[in-house]
């Protein structure tokens, strides 16, 4: 207390400053409850309403005084006071006995001993029975019994501590949370500034983060009163040499450096600079001192000293605070290393681009210093990925975590045990594109080792399948692939921007260059992303990136003869018949290639063949040989398709266009569907592979929304069980007649119809009866099964 009390601070500032709550006491004290009424009423005790009416009665101190040491003893003082406050039922008349609390124990501060020994005598502290009154409704009582619980604490001898003191100073921060709807702040302000002028309560505020509440009020917008009574209470902070030490990672250096920057108020700046002053004089440590200077130079505070000596102000101990920052902070300045300002910045949680973190130099010879103190950089970037709500931050910090990978590529171990790869990881459906850019090149780094290659392949839109290993070990990547594909997938069904779909499709890209995550990237339903967004997309630069992405997949045979099954030729199909993009017809042409080169499997490579068939492919290569490209790989590949569809053609039958349209599951009234010849030689069939074709056939009727599809279906189910009567156990046990039976309550009408057809073919015997029965336009109920 007497290092505050010392320096040239009149303490008039803090105890007197004007508040809405001295405004209103000043009416409340000329509202003196009837307390006669009280008494008579018995709502109070004759000691109390003997006690309170003497001392009202008093015209001097010496007066109250001995009204006071008259009820000390027996503990009266302290009884009435605690009486009145929770007894009297009118918030008017609380005001009032409050009030005169406030005014007894601010007239003579020694008088709170009186209230500690009274309370000491019934075993409790003093603050006990008032703390409570903190949560009353009105705001003026919460206020005045926190100034009179304020100078209990900080008046006499006694101090609060444990549950107590913990409890206020809650209160206390909660009260500067609501700096913009709390009318009573300055009032906060000063008991916040009566209590951090001791020393043994100042821990205790730090620990409960009651410097990051006060530096939050203090970036707001507040009040000149407000601004100094804020910063006077960090200033009371600076003189514990161990606060002083966190002054640099706790942000108060930077809040009250752009105050200072921007302040006209000699009051303020006076202050600011004497905190400045305690920080550089209470540290010990040369590294953290060095860093608080640092931070100092960064707040521009060297231009502030500069334009204030030139004004002369004539005031001693302002010169002398203005020369020795003067000097410590030019001293820091030139002994100041590249990495040193880096630091700095990182603890200020002020990330801007300032010129280290684009410099090649600097990340070569410093990124391993990121390890220095447990990673404490590291932690920092990774706290901000997490927390920052500031686009140009969570830019520069994943930027910087990126590189930080990329040249000490050990570092990627360290991300990922703080969560740090997670954290980057989510900003890639982050609303600012420039956040997603800078994330999705952090994940790059994060997953590859030759950079020059990924540099390369990047910027290039031609681009061949690589086997050069430059992807980290699959167990390593598998949560990346599945973050992405999740993104992919969020991003297509909320229509985000084609340069944040094509930013995270090239991510994608880099991973599916090397075989060994290709097979995780299809078992996490990556195929039908990519498929997905192809169905969706109109725009052809992220087009040719999705096919891309799927012609790389079809380089590994597993995955190419799964492709029939997936949907893909089809979607390629529909586009290729529509392109007329050659980069898109190109990398299309080359996927089929693939699909057909890479599959020995015979009879899966056949049904490929005639997917592509039924997409009219054979028509779309007639079209492109015509046109003559010369380029030798594309010819070869319409050559090879040529030769391999139309012979697929001559060798086709009926089952076979059946077969194969009914795992493209895109139905259509095709002949074969309302063959007799074709269902009499072929239902048996659909027996084959395990009921394939009938399971087939069963989720379109279960998930199709098509109505044509839905019609198509119902209509093979009832043809299958009609050609193939024991069909129908194989219908029940995968739910197919569940299924059909749902689609009689359908909207649209012909799959009603159809699905009653089928619901008849599979309850009914003798089909020569049914026939007739559906022949008539008088049909009676549906002929029951035998």
Not at 57 to 62: D, P
Not at 106 to 117: N, T
Request: a negative charge.
């Amino acid at each position: 207390m007497s290092e505050v009390a010392h320096h040239n601070i009149p303490a008039v500032d803090m105890i007197n400053a004007t508040s809405r709550l001295q405004l209103e006491a000043s009416e409340v004290r000329s509202n003196k409850p009837n307390w006669g009424s009280y008494y008579r009423s018995k709502m109070i005790q004759e000691d109390d309403y003997t006690l309170v009416t003497n001392y009202e009665n008093a015209k001097s101190k010496e007066e109250r005084d001995t009204v006071i040491a008259a009820n000390d003893s027996n503990g009266q003082l302290a009884k009435t006071m605690a009486n009145l406050i929770t007894q009297v039922a009118k918030d008017q008349n609380v005001r009032y006995v409050l009030t005169l609390f406030d005014d007894m124990l601010q007239e003579d501060k020694s008088r709170v001993e009186i209230f500690h020994r009274a309370a000491a005598r019934q075993k409790r502290t003093a603050f006990s029975q008032y703390l409570g009154i903190l949560q009353r409704q009105d705001n003026f009582i919460v206020n005045q019994m926190s100034s009179i619980i304020a100078k209990l604490a900080c008046f006499g001898v006694s101090r609060m501590e444990g549950q107590d003191l913990q409890y206020y100073f809650s209160f206390l921060k909660e009260q500067l949370k609501n700096s913009t709807t709390n009318d009573y702040m300055n009032t906060t302000a000063r008991c916040l500034q009566m209590m951090l002028r001791h020393d043994e309560y100042r821990h205790e505020f730090v620990d409960s983060d009651g410097v990051q509440t006060l530096v939050t009020a203090l970036n707001g917008k507040t009040n000149f009163q407000l601004q100094y009574q804020l910063i006077f209470s960090v200033w009371c902070l600076t003189f514990n040499a161990e606060i002083a030490k966190k002054a640099p990672s706790l942000g108060i250096i930077t809040a009250l450096g752009d105050i200072l920057s921007e302040s006209t108020k000699e009051k303020v700046i006076r202050i600011i600079l004497a905190s400045f002053v305690n920080i550089l004089n209470k540290v010990e440590e040369r590294e953290i001192k060095r860093e608080a200077a640092l931070q100092m130079v960064q707040c521009k505070t060297l231009k502030t000293l500069e334009l204030m000596d030139a004004k002369k102000y004539d005031d001693p101990d302002l010169e002398d605070d203005v020369k020795f920052l003067t000097e410590e902070l030019t001293v820091s300045v030139h002994d100041l290393s590249s990495y040193d300002e880096y630091y700095s910045e990182v603890r200020s949680g002020r990330l801007q681009w300032s010129p280290v973190h684009k410099s090649e130099k600097f990340w070569r010879e410093n990124a391993s210093k990121f390890n220095d103190k447990q990673f404490e950089v590291v932690k920092i970037l990774i706290k901000l990925l997490e927390s920052s709500h500031d686009p140009l931050i969570l830019c520069v910090a994943a930027h910087d975590i990126g590189e930080y990978v990329r040249h000490y590529p050990r570092g990627k171990t360290v991300v990922e045990q703080y969560q740090g790869k997670s954290a980057v990881m989510r900003l890639l459906t982050a609303e600012d594109p420039n956040v997603r850019y800078h994330a999705l090149l952090a994940v790059q780094k994060l997953m590859v080792h030759n950079w020059e290659y990924l540099g390369k392949q990047l910027d290039s839109d031609a681009q061949k399948d690589s086997m050069s290993s430059i992807i980290e070990k699959p167990a390593e990547v598998t949560q990346s692939i599945h973050e992405l594909i999740h993104t992919l997938k969020g991003q297509i069904k909320n229509a985000s921007t084609n340069d944040s779909v094509n930013t995270t499709v090239r991510s994608i890209q880099t991973l599916l260059r090397q075989d060994v995550h290709r097979r995780e990237f299809v078992e996490a339903d990556g195929v039908q992303t990519l498929v997905a967004g192809l169905t969706g997309s109109t725009n052809f630069q992220l087009q040719y990136q999705l096919i891309f992405a799927l012609w790389c997949l079809t380089f590994n045979p597993e995955i190419a003869k799964k492709a029939p099954s997936f949907g893909v030729i089809q979607v390629l199909g529909d586009i290729l018949s529509e392109s007329t993009k050659e980069k898109v017809i190109r990398i299309i042409l080359a996927t089929f290639a693939n699909i057909l080169n890479k599959c020995d499997d015979n009879e899966i490579k056949r049904l490929a063949a005639l997917q592509m068939v039924q997409c009219k492919t054979l028509k779309t290569l007639e079209l492109i040989d015509a046109k003559k490209f010369d380029d030798p790989d594309l010819e070869e590949d319409i050559k090879f398709l040529t030769e391999e569809l139309t012979l697929s053609v001559h060798d086709l039958s009926s089952y076979d266009e059946y077969y194969s349209e009914v795992r493209t599951g895109r139905l259509t009234w095709s002949p074969v569907h309302k063959s007799e010849k074709f269902w009499r030689e072929n239902a048996s069939k659909l027996n084959e592979k395990q009921f394939e074709v009938v399971k087939i056939l069963i989720k379109l009727l279960e998930t199709s929304k098509d109505p044509t599809i839905l019609c198509v279906a119902a209509h093979d189910i009832g043809e299958y069980v009609r050609h193939y009567p024991r069909g129908k156990t194989v219908i029940e046990q995968y739910q197919g007649k569940a299924a059909v039976m749902k689609l009689l309550s359908a909207e649209d009408p012909n799959v009603r119809y159809h699905a009653l057809l089928a619901v008849q073919k599979l309850m009914v015997h003798n089909w020569e009866y049914l026939g007739k029965q559906l022949g008539t336009e008088s049909q009676g109920e549906p002929v029951a099964a035998k």
